[in-house]
């Protein structure tokens, strides 16, 4: 039988939206089910690196993104003795010599505004998704779908992983996170600020529409934030009034980390933060999707994808681990606390930024231009993805 579908993406997150986007240009037929009627009103992600802008453009989405984001070049970095110095992206080896800050909802909205409303069944929370010989079933309500692929965008807590018993061990870190969105009255403009105090982390990005996020590190997670909490810790910690009355919105996190053991099954392939997790400090959830959607969609335009689905096992499993491994060791870092840790935090921050050949490998790192395999023409040739698909 003729499946429905090419392919099913279940969850139109940003990871969900962007691979439909890179599908649809290659003329295959494919459907978004999201759950979802209306957009999430509260955004998570706020950087957009490089490599990802580099995906954008084969859409020619990166000029748009640009025009709504606001790119931040440099970093600056206080401890508790005061300044340590800057972080630049501005050297970084790449056209885009910043991380355009863009909040995640409008990277939502951008994407699916490019696919179309008619590419999206809203409101099609999917319950069951089977595998047949040639094809794949997936129901949502009363109504069954078919597709030669399913993919599974559908979040951290995949409802799809889990129905296809697929392991993902976790681990639950013992950082705590509140956040919140304000009115910027502070004169840092574009510039980002990190804040490593002695009693806890701070960190300050902006963002487009003369707002700022502040995210906090607290001793645990703080499920009922007090009102006013936010501004009273940013004010203890850094001095810096932030009135409440800016306040914009909040949440609290607790970040964990997983890998999953196979990102594909069959016909049923994982994707985004359905495949892994990371600590959301290093801003590389998203991104880390993202490549996992232009590496998928170039695996679902072979002939027979089933070929490349080891690879794209293999590359985006290394990927997403750096990813993770480089995001737990900036958080741990960063929210060292007491007078002696952040004594050698500081020596060692404020030797590292003092140097312009560090600073700008920095710069490149929490840009993930050194991620391994993080854009496609950086998989090598050894086994054979390239040579297969005839990828320079
Ligand atoms: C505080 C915070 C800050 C962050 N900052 C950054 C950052 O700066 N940069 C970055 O790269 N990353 C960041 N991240 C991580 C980023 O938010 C995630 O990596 C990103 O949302 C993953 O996108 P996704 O599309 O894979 O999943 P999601 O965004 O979770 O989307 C999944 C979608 O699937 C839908 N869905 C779920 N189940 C079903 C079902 N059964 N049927 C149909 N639909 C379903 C959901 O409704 C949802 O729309 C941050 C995260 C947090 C929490």
Same mark, same amino acid.
């Given at each position: 039988?003729?499946?429905?579908?090419?392919?099913?993406?279940?969850?139109?997150?940003?990871?969900?939206?962007?691979?439909?986007?890179?599908?649809?240009?290659?003329?295959?037929?494919?459907?978004?089910?999201?759950? @979802?009627?209306?957009?999430?009103s509260h955004s998570?992600?706020?950087?957009?690196?490089?490599?990802?802008?580099?995906?954008?453009?084969?859409?020619?989405?990166?000029?748009?993104?640009?025009?709504?984001?606001?790119?931040?070049? !440099?970093?600056?970095?206080?401890?508790?003795?005061?300044?340590?110095?800057?972080?630049?992206? @501005?050297?970084?080896? !790449?056209?885009?010599?910043?991380?355009?800050?863009?909040?995640?909802?409008?990277?939502?909205?951008?994407?699916?505004? =490019?696919?179309?409303? *008619? *590419?999206? *069944?809203?409101?099609?929370?999917?319950?069951?998704?089977?595998?047949?010989?040639?094809?794949?079933?997936? @129901?949502?309500?009363?109504?069954?779908?078919?597709?030669?692929?399913?993919?599974?965008?559908?979040?951290?807590?995949?409802?799809? @992983?889990?129905?296809?018993?697929?392991?993902?061990?976790?681990?639950?870190?013992?950082?705590?996170f509140i956040m919140g969105d304000f009115m910027d009255r502070t004169s840092f403009? !574009? *510039?980002? =600020?990190?804040f490593?105090?002695?009693?806890g982390?701070v960190e300050s990005f902006?963002l487009?529409g003369g707002q700022r996020r502040w995210v906090v590190q607290t001793?645990?997670?703080l499920s009922d934030l007090p009102a006013g909490r936010i501004s009273e810790l940013i004010q203890q910690r850094t001095g810096i009034q932030v009135p409440v009355a800016d306040q914009i919105n909040e949440s609290a996190?607790?970040?964990?980390?997983?890998?999953?053991?196979?990102?594909?099954?069959?016909?049923?392939?994982?994707?985004?933060?359905?495949?892994?997790?990371?600590?959301?400090?290093?801003?590389?959830?998203?991104?880390?999707?993202?490549?996992?959607?232009?590496?998928?969609?170039?695996?679902?335009?072979?002939?027979?994808?089933?070929?490349?689905?080891?690879?794209?096992?293999?590359?985006?499993?290394?990927?997403?681990?750096?990813?993770?491994?480089?995001?737990?060791?900036?958080?741990?870092?960063?929210?060292?606390?007491?007078?002696?840790?952040?004594?050698?935090?500081?020596?060692?921050?404020?030797?590292?930024?003092? =140097?312009?050949?560090?600073?700008?490998?920095?710069?490149?790192?929490?840009?993930?231009?050194?991620?391994?395999?993080?854009?496609?023409?950086?998989?090598?040739?050894?086994?054979?993805?390239?040579?297969?698909?005839?990828?320079?």
């Amino acid at each position: 039988m003729k499946p429905d579908f090419d392919v099913i993406i279940v969850g139109g997150g940003p990871v969900g939206l962007l691979l439909a986007c890179l599908l649809k240009k290659q003329g295959q037929r494919t459907r978004v089910l999201e759950k @979802r009627t209306q957009p999430k009103s509260h955004s998570a992600a706020i950087g957009i690196t490089p490599p990802s802008l580099k995906i954008l453009n084969k859409l020619g989405l990166t000029d748009s993104f640009v025009a709504h984001g606001l790119k931040v070049r !440099d970093c600056f970095v206080h401890g508790q003795s005061g300044p340590l110095g800057c972080m630049t992206f @501005r050297n970084i080896p !790449d056209q885009h010599p910043y991380v355009l800050a863009l909040p995640q909802v409008m990277t939502a909205a951008l994407l699916q505004k =490019h696919l179309g409303a *008619e *590419e999206i *069944e809203a409101g099609s929370e999917v319950s069951e998704v089977k595998q047949l010989a040639d094809h794949c079933l997936v @129901r949502t309500g009363n109504r069954q779908w078919t597709a030669r692929y399913v993919v599974a965008c559908d979040g951290w807590r995949s409802p799809v @992983r889990e129905h296809i018993g697929m392991k993902a061990p976790a681990h639950t870190y013992d950082s705590h996170f509140i956040m919140g969105d304000f009115m910027d009255r502070t004169s840092f403009g !574009d *510039e980002a =600020h990190l804040f490593f105090t002695a009693t806890g982390a701070v960190e300050s990005f902006p963002l487009p529409g003369g707002q700022r996020r502040w995210v906090v590190q607290t001793d645990k997670t703080l499920s009922d934030l007090p009102a006013g909490r936010i501004s009273e810790l940013i004010q203890q910690r850094t001095g810096i009034q932030v009135p409440v009355a800016d306040q914009i919105n909040e949440s609290a996190f607790t970040p964990h980390r997983f890998n999953c053991e196979r990102y594909y099954d069959g016909r049923i392939i994982l994707c985004g933060d359905a495949a892994h997790g990371m600590s959301p400090i290093g801003g590389q959830g998203m991104n880390t999707g993202f490549a996992d959607a232009e590496f998928l969609a170039e695996v679902l335009a072979h002939p027979d994808p089933s070929t490349l689905l080891p690879a794209y096992n293999h590359y985006r499993q290394q990927a997403a681990k750096a990813a993770i491994l480089r995001a737990e060791w900036g958080m741990w870092f960063g929210t060292w606390r007491g007078k002696p840790r952040s004594f050698v935090r500081d020596t060692l921050l404020r030797f590292l930024l003092s =140097h312009d050949s560090i600073t700008t490998r920095l710069g490149s790192f929490y840009a993930m231009l050194t991620i391994p395999f993080n854009t496609l023409d950086r998989v090598p040739l050894s086994l054979g993805f390239n040579r297969v698909h005839g990828l320079k």
